[in-house]
């Protein structure tokens, strides 16, 4: 086949091609022959681009590109350039093309314009932006997070970091980029995130660490993400996380220790009535008032309240659950031959948000303070009938006796007879109230 046939069959392959473009101007810019696939994709630029001029239909920002580029075959003839440039109507619509052009010479190599072979590369364009967008969003959001965050390829290399990386570990990035992690930070064995960041990039796991930098007295927390490119890494300071944690434990040892050293009888019980907590006394007394029952956190409370005393122990609770704390004095049963008096308490607890939480339960064992009372009480019963029924006789005896037959002197013992009797019966009245209030 000739050199002109098949010339002439690749020019005749692009004019009548689906995908490509193919087109001619002239020096001035003017549309001298555009192809059907050409046609078609921009008709809604123009219906008839044959004698329009380009700056009608390229984007007026690419327009000096355009003509560059016709000046450019104009005055190389024998060279081809490429072009990228958007297609518009001026009313939104906006195509991306990719093209080659060259002069187009007559049969006596006079150039008669630029011919131009193209493609749409819209969609590409298109997911370029959305990329180039996405990777910005990503860019601004590692910028802005509240974690160091760097990313190190598999030879230990660092390819990213944030400013907080900078602001924690004190080095600017520029410093570590394209270094090895080991030669800005030898392992010297001291710290825990060397241990974790091989365990992620040779077992490909997520590795969690917390160390604790002496000479900064700071604490640090991070996680290594493997991935098949290397390692990204997130971590922040906890100092603050770690010494409130701190001041609580400290806080729950001194309470814990408070309430172990009382005598009285703790447990925190939830809602659902299962306990949560409770003291060194009431384990000790469970096993001794239950015959070597056990308590645990966990089990459920009226597993350890007596028959006959369940329905007022879930009354007292329920009322603590409302904000309502609740005191009582009970005497309990819990085998023949032992019975005990306890001082009972049902206080609500807080959570920090100040919401309840569960039901403080305190027991105190008062019965040889309850033995005592009745021991005053048989004596204010004695005051009170047998002492006071003498004195009261003497105080009617005296109201019948007609101080008139008596004598001067008599009169006078009568007086102080009954005044000793009434204190005497008001003494008595004195210790019977005391009595009865101690109760």
């Known amino acids: 086949m000739a050199a002109d046939q098949i010339t002439n069959s690749i020019y005749a392959s692009f004019i009548n091609s689906s995908s490509f473009y193919l087109i001619c101007v002239d020096s001035q810019g003017h549309y001298t022959y555009v192809n059907p696939c050409f046609a ?3 008709s ?3 219906p008839n681009f044959v004698g329009s001029h380009m700056s009608a239909s390229v984007h007026p920002p690419d327009l000096a590109k355009a003509w560059d580029v016709v000046a450019a075959c104009m005055a190389s003839p024998g060279k081809t350039f490429t072009l990228r440039i958007r297609m518009t109507d001026g009313k939104g619509s906006m195509a991306w093309s990719q093209w080659e052009t060259s002069a187009l010479k007559d049969q006596e190599d006079r150039v008669q314009g ?3 072979l193209g493609y749409d590369i819209t969609e590409g364009q298109h997911a370029q932006r959305e990329a180039l967008q996405y990777a910005m969003k990503l860019e601004n959001i590692i910028e802005n997070i ?4 760097l990313i190190i390829n598999r030879n230990w290399e660092f390819v990213k970091a944030n400013k907080v990386f900078e602001e924690i570990v004190g080095v600017e990035r520029q410093q570590v980029l394209g270094k090895s992690l080991w030669d800005v930070f030898p392992d010297n064995g001291t710290y825990q995130y060397p241990k974790a960041y091989r365990r992620a990039m040779l077992e490909h796991a997520t590795s969690y660490f917390i160390d604790y930098n002496v000479e900064a007295q700071r604490w640090y927390e991070g996680t290594a993400y493997p991935s098949e490119e290397g390692l990204t890494v997130l971590f922040r300071d906890i100092t603050e996380k770690k010494q409130a944690e701190e001041k609580i434990r400290e806080s729950r040892n001194k309470l814990s220790a408070i309430l172990n ?3 009285d009888i703790n447990i925190l019980v939830d809602p659902q009535y299962k306990i949560l ?3 060194k006394t009431a384990l000790e007394s469970m096993r001794v008032l239950y015959d070597n029952k056990s308590i645990e956190v966990g089990q459920n409370i009226l597993d350890y309240i007596l028959p006959g005393t369940v ?8 009322s603590a659950l409302k904000g309502e704390p609740v005191e009582v004095k009970i005497k309990l049963f819990f085998k023949p031959g032992l019975a005990l008096w306890f001082l009972v308490k049902y206080f609500p607890v807080y959570d920090s948000d100040n919401n309840i939480m569960g039901v403080a339960f305190s027991s105190t064992n008062i019965n040889q303070q309850q033995r005592q009372y009745e021991k005053l009480e048989e004596i204010a019963n004695l005051y009170s009938h047998d002492i006071r029924r003498p004195v009261a006789t003497i105080l009617g005896i005296t109201q019948l006796i007609e101080q008139e037959d008596l004598t001067f002197e008599n009169k006078e013992w009568f007086g102080h007879l009954r005044k000793t009797t009434q204190e005497l019966d008001r003494v008595i009245h004195q210790i019977v109230i005391k009595t009865s209030e101690i109760g």
């Open 311 to 318: 329905e007022d122990f879930i009354k007292y609770f329920g």
């Open 261 to 263: 050293s009382t005598s």
């Open 146 to 149: 509240a974690d160091g965050f």
């Open 277 to 279: 907590s409770f003291n």
């Open 114 to 116: 630029i011919i131009c």
């Open 40 to 42: 078609r994709r921009f």
């Open 44 to 46: 809604f630029i123009n």
